[in-house]
């Protein structure tokens, strides 16, 4: 019987980094900001730690090639999916070399419906496709805009913690007595 092998994804990990791709539109923008508020507390607490990166937060200085070579050794990538995001040249040179580093198991790829495009179509209609309820999230006839992130960031949330088998640094909380 052959041992089934576990890929370098699932193994312990010193630090986690995770890229946020999209393209440059607004909303796209906007979309990988608020996610990454919502799970801001989760990455604070998180052990190991983790790093989100991603093209709209490039430090003063850094080389564009230095940071690209960020997302192309990225343990997770989360593809902000929209119209703009297909028909950008540069972002599909990008996920393509991504692509590539999944197809090798070299890498985790999440896909987010950001604004309603056609999403089923190769390649992002492969992968696991968040929110799993699969509605953009800026649809306004079925959610708050609140609730559409708070959704997507939880799913996140779980995904990383069960690649990564991710725990929470506890703090403690000692209740109060009223009484002394």
Known sequence: MVTPVTPNVTQAKDKIVIYFLSSSNKLDIEACKTVEKHLSQFVRNSKPPIDICTDYKIDAGMETDKYKEILYTADLVIAFGSADFLSDKVTESR????????????????????????????????????????????????WSKDDAFATVAQEIKDSIVKYYKVEQASIEIKPWDDDE
């Open 95 to 142: 996920i393509n070399k991504v692509i590539a580093r999944y197809n090798n198991r070299q890498t985790r790829l999440l896909a987010i419906i950001v604004r309603n495009f056609m999403w089923k179509i190769p390649f992002f209609g492969q992968l696991n496709i968040f929110p799993k309820r699969q509605i953009p999230l800026y649809d306004r006839k079925t």
